[in-house]
Structure formats: structure tokens, C-alpha cells
């Protein structure tokens, strides 16, 4: 069965860095898109970006471009999501999504000083 699942959340300080992995398993990874989604406290899930299977290019919502790098590893089926220059607005829980329905559970990143 599919299974996503995200790692890497931490509490740190504003203008720090953090890395996330979501790892996947149970289809095919490699030919997969896999999307990078975040949901502040009180506030709805929105998209941070995206990365593409064919040729692993990367896109990303404008509040963030600059900030964070998304990765693929097809041979650990896992995508990284790398944040600079954090901000307390970047607070949210992070989740992996493959397709439109599966989705996994989430990594809390807390930015506060």
C-alpha cells in the first residue's frame, strides 16, 4: 500500500535552516510527482511546491522560492525539502502528497526564538 511519511521537523530559531525527508513507498516512486504542502496553525493546508518526476525539476509558491530547495533520492524513493532563512511564518505542520489522495501524516516545524 502507499505509504508516505515525513521526517525531519525541529524547533528552530528564525533565519536557521532545517531539512525535511518524506519517504515513500509502495508504487513507483521514480516515475511519481510528489508535492510538498504545509498548514499553520489556524489556517488552511497550501502548497509549497512540487517536484517532477521526468526530469526532478523543482517548482515552488512564490512566498518561498527563494528559500527552500526540493530534492529527489529515486534510490531511497524520497523527496527532501530544504529550508533556509526561516521565518515564524514558515510554522506549520509539513506533509509529502503523492497523486491527489495520498498523503502522509506531517512534520511539525516550529520557527520561534
Known amino acids: 500500500q502507499v505509504q508516505l511519511a515525513e521526517s525531519g521537523g525541529d524547533l528552530v530559531q528564525p533565519g536557521g535552516s532545517l531539512s525535511l525527508s518524506c519517504a515513500a513507498s509502495g508504487f513507483s516512486f521514480e516515475y511519481s510527482k510528489i508535492g510538498w504542502f504545509r498548514q499553520a496553525p489556524g489556517k488552511e493546508r497550501e502548497g509549497v511546491g512540487c517536484i517532477s518526476a521526468s526530469d526532478g525539476t523543482a517548482s515552488y509558491v512564490d512566498s518561498v522560492k527563494d528559500r527552500l530547495t526540493i530534492s529527489r533520492d529515486n534510490a531511497k524513493s524520497a523527496v527532501n525539502l530544504q529550508m533556509n532563512s526561516l521565518k515564524t511564518e514558515d510554522t506549520a505542520v509539513y506533509c509529502c502528497?503523492?497523486?491527489?489522495?495520498?498523503w502522509g501524516k506531517g512534520t511539525l516545524v516550529t520557527v520561534a526564538s
Open positions: 502528497r503523492y497523486d491527489t489522495n495520498y
